[in-house]
Nanobody, 124 residues
Framework: VQLVESGGGLVQPGGSLRLSCTIS????????MGWFRQAPGKEREFVAA????????YYADSVKGRFSVSSDKAASTMYLQMNFLKSEDTAVYYC??????????????????WGQGTQVTVSS
């Protein structure tokens, strides 16, 4: 399973970006996709996650109300729409696919397939 990300870049505070993550092979073997980010000198942290079957989307408190996840299962693609970006959102963003259970869906260790990461920089 290979994940390919796109959509990062430089944006001013208050701006928006949309990240895309496409799984290059059949999604069999995974049941959810998550987004994580890692800022310089910090640990990787959970951003959002959703099961391919739909239902609840999970968000970190720091992005709730500003970020949203959508998915196109037919295209094996999940999107992270990021609005009202802040400087503290600056990080490398990673998508991940795996078979987490509900209690681990926010945990990086529950995902065994990772994208290459895309840089998001929020700065004026």
């Amino acid at each position: 399973v290979q994940l390919v990300e796109s959509g990062g870049g430089l944006v001013q505070p208050g701006g928006s970006l949309r990240l895309s993550c496409t799984i290059s092979e059949d999604t069999v073997g995974t049941n959810a996709m998550g987004w994580f980010r890692q800022a310089p000198g910090k640990e990787r942290e959970f951003v959002a996650a959703r099961r391919w079957s739909g239902g609840t989307t999970y968000y970190a408190d720091s992005v709730k109300g500003r970020f949203s996840v959508s998915s196109d299962k037919a295209a094996s693609t999940m999107y992270l729409q990021m609005n009202f970006l802040k400087s503290e959102d600056t990080a490398v963003y990673y998508c991940a696919a795996g078979r987490p259970i509900i209690s681990t869906i926010r945990t990086a260790q529950a995902y065994n397939n990772w994208g290459q990461g895309t840089q998001v920089t929020v700065s004026s």
